[in-house]
């Protein structure tokens, strides 16, 4: 068994490590070590920290503490697990969401427990450590663990105020694309609407500050209703005349955009046969679609 005194300690003193240092010792846990690649940057997260130490080197750190979250950058996380002499009985856990806990086989094969504690949440565009805390409350945690550590890292998600689930191997790709596609291609889609905005003669600023309202709103609608109750449009209405209309004038002013507003058509169906739209109507939207998109 770990217990919440177990000392912890973090190598990569970037944006998450930061956060969940200061998290957990909010918590009640004893965060006592930091190291990076740069020692500045271990030094400015141990003086966040109480009782936390800046280490010189990873090897130090982990010569002195229980459990090692290793929150390098993805590319480093193997990189670091395989420079590093772990002992046995000791916990290491990176906290990437794509790659299984097989990327420290180096600390496995020296008897370390080795353990993955990815939190489903964007830290991006944050200042300080304090957002990133804030930001850790009601997330999701994918958790792996040999043995107890999965029972600790559980804990810790609970701790956080999240909670936690087990994601297969296999399903890990799956599991990271739908963040993407939450976060990173979410973006991508107001960047795309955007676009439209641009091509009626605003700026893209201008744009942003009309669509940013709309899709927080609908994010909360989401939250609040859940997907189906959320969804809204012309899809979901089974207006196939509002679609001709959007379809051509996509047709004739952007059609490197008619593809992306096809597959989102295509999308919306299923949460419009939810919403009620009949197979006629459906029917009827696919044809519409499938014919702008072969036109397009
Ligand atoms: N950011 C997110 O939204 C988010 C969300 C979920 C999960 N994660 C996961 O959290 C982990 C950390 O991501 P992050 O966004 O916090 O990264 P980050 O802000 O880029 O910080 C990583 C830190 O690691 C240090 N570093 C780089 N190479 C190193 C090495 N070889 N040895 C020791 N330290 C090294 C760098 O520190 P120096 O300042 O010393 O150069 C850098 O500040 C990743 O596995 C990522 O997938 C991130």
């Given at each position: 068994?770990?217990?919440?005194?177990?000392?912890?300690?973090?190598?990569?003193?970037?944006?998450?490590?930061?956060?969940?240092?200061?998290?957990?010792?909010?918590?009640?846990?004893?965060?006592?070590?930091?190291?990076?690649?740069?020692?500045?940057?271990?030094?400015?997260?141990?003086?966040?920290?109480?009782?936390?130490?800046?280490?010189?080197?990873?090897?130090?750190?982990?010569?002195?503490?229980?459990?090692?979250?290793?929150?390098?950058?993805?590319?480093?996380?193997?990189?670091?697990?395989?420079?590093?002499?772990?002992?046995?009985?000791?916990?290491?856990?990176?906290?990437?969401?794509?790659?299984s806990i097989d990327i420290?086989?180096?600390?496995?094969?020296?008897?370390?427990?080795?353990?993955?504690?990815?939190?489903?949440?964007?830290?991006?565009?944050?200042?300080?450590?304090?957002?990133?805390?804030?930001?850790?409350?009601?997330?999701?945690?994918?958790?792996?663990?040999?043995?107890?550590?999965?029972?600790?890292?559980?804990?810790?998600?609970?701790?956080?105020?999240?909670?936690?689930?087990?994601?297969?191997?296999?399903?890990?790709?799956?599991?990271?694309?739908?963040?993407?596609?939450?976060?990173?291609?979410?973006?991508?889609?107001?960047r795309a609407a955007a676009?439209?905005?641009?091509?009626?003669?605003?700026?893209?600023?201008?744009?942003?500050?009309?669509?940013?309202?709309?899709?927080?709103?609908?994010?909360?609608?989401?939250?609040?209703?859940?997907?189906?109750?959320?969804?809204?449009?012309?899809?979901?209405?089974?207006?196939?005349?509002?679609?001709?209309?959007?379809?051509?004038?996509?047709?004739?002013?952007?059609?490197?955009?008619?593809?992306?507003?096809?597959?989102?058509?295509?999308?919306?169906?299923?949460?419009?046969a939810r919403r009620g739209?009949?197979?006629?109507?459906?029917?009827?939207?696919?044809?519409?679609?499938?014919?702008?998109?072969?036109?397009?």
């Amino acid at each position: 068994m770990i217990g919440r005194d177990a000392s912890v300690g973090f190598i990569g003193a970037g944006v998450l490590g930061n956060g969940l240092a200061l998290a957990l010792s909010q918590r009640g846990y004893r965060v006592v070590g930091a190291s990076s690649r740069r020692l500045d940057s271990a030094r400015a997260l141990a003086d966040r920290v109480p009782g936390c130490h800046a280490f010189d080197t990873g090897q130090i750190l982990a010569d002195a503490v229980e459990v090692v979250f290793i929150t390098t950058p993805d590319s480093a996380i193997a990189e670091v697990a395989g420079s590093i002499h772990w002992r046995p009985g000791q916990s290491v856990v990176h906290c990437c969401g794509a790659a299984s806990i097989d990327i420290l086989a180096p600390a496995e094969s020296m008897g370390a427990r080795t353990g993955a504690f990815h939190p489903f949440q964007t830290f991006a565009g944050l200042d300080t450590p304090e957002e990133a805390v804030g930001r850790l409350a009601g997330v999701t945690f994918a958790v792996h663990g040999a043995d107890f550590l999965a029972d600790y890292l559980t804990r810790l998600a609970e701790d956080l105020g999240g909670r936690s689930i087990t994601i297969a191997d296999r399903d890990r790709p799956l599991y990271h694309a739908s963040a993407v596609m939450a976060c990173g291609y979410l973006v991508a889609l107001l960047r795309a609407a955007a676009e439209l905005w641009e091509e009626i003669g605003f700026t893209s600023d201008e744009a942003v500050q009309a669509l940013y309202p709309l899709a927080r709103a609908t994010l909360e609608n989401v939250g609040r209703s859940g997907l189906v109750g959320a969804s809204t449009g012309p899809v979901v209405r089974g207006d196939t005349e509002t679609l001709h209309g959007h379809l051509e004038a996509l047709f004739r002013r952007l059609p490197e955009l008619m593809p992306l507003y096809a597959d989102l058509v295509r999308a919306s169906l299923p949460l419009g046969a939810r919403r009620g739209v009949g197979p006629d109507g459906l029917l009827a939207i696919e044809e519409l679609v499938d014919h702008y998109s072969g036109v397009g």
